[in-house]
């Protein structure tokens, strides 16, 4: 059973930085592409930012010179780190693990961006 655990929403200033990590359990650790989403309600979910297992990355267009994804070495791990946060960065960040065989998704932190 796949299992995530999501971590680092809230609410910020523009301008300011946040990390969020998402751990997962129950999968192989070998060739899993990882990454997050994001979701604005009635709106597309969109791509933020997926990393192979070799470490190859791939931004959206909106957030590719502000955020910088990782994964662990060691562990089923994905990290983002979001810089110079924008109000419309405000949205629901989904982890997504696609192991060529099946899409898994987290469920989901809140990212606020608010003066």
């Known amino acids: 059973q796949v299992q995530f655990v999501e971590s680092g929403g809230g609410l910020v200033q523009p301008g300011e930085s946040l990390g969020l990590s998402c751990v997962v359990s129950g999968t192989d650790r070998v060739l899993h592409v990882m990454g997050w989403y994001r979701q604005v309600p009635g709106q597309q979910r969109e791509l933020v930012a997926v990393?192979?297992?070799?470490?190859?990355?791939n931004y959206g267009e909106s957030v590719k010179d502000r955020f910088t994804i990782s994964r662990g070495a060691a562990d089923d791990a994905v990290y983002l780190q979001m810089n110079r946060l924008k109000p419309e960065d405000t949205a629901v960040y989904y982890c997504?693990?696609?192991?060529?065989?099946?899409?898994?998704w987290g469920q989901g932190t809140q990212v606020t961006v608010s003066s």
């Open positions: 990393i192979t297992p070799v470490g190859t990355a």
């Open positions: 997504y693990v696609n192991t060529g065989e099946t899409r898994y």
